[in-house]
Nanobody, 126 residues
Framework: QVQLVESGGGLVQAGGSLRLSCAAS????????MGWFRQAPGKEREFVAT????????YYADSVKARFTISRDNAKNTVYLQMNSLKPEDTAVYYC???????????????????WGQGTQVTVSS
């Protein structure tokens, strides 16, 4: 069992930055691929970024590539999402997720993630 708690959301102006954190419980954190998804009002939850268990490979949605960076610190059981050059369309609730399986081509499929956090709100004003 893995419990995930996100933090770091808030209100920021367009062009600004935020760093989200996701703290995980459990001793097996380092064996999970970790991802970030987001859901805007009235829209489906969508993939943002994922990092493999050892941090060796990262994946990004085209909409955030070159602006967002996912990273992890296995010693702290924490995964991060650094968000730069934020746009109003980045406004959403951001969720952290953990996958015990291999990611790769299925990385954006919500079904491969076993555990989810409660989410943190990010609001970008224009």
């Amino acid at each position: 069992q893995v419990q995930l708690v996100e933090s770091g959301g808030g209100l920021v102006q367009a062009g600004g930055s935020l760093r989200l954190s996701c703290a995980a419980s459990g001793r097996t954190f380092s064996s999970y691929a970790m991802g970030w998804f987001r859901q805007a009002p009235g829209k489906e939850r969508e993939f943002v970024a994922t990092i493999t268990w050892n941090g060796g490979t990262t994946y990004y949605a085209d909409s955030v590539k070159a602006r967002f960076t996912i990273s992890r610190d296995n010693a702290k059981n924490t995964v991060y999402l650094q968000m730069n050059s934020l746009k109003p369309e980045d406004t959403a609730v951001y969720y952290c997720a953990a996958s015990s399986g291999r990611v790769g081509l299925s990385v954006s499929n919500k079904r491969i993630y076993d555990y989810w956090g409660q989410g943190t709100q990010v609001t970008v004003s224009s």
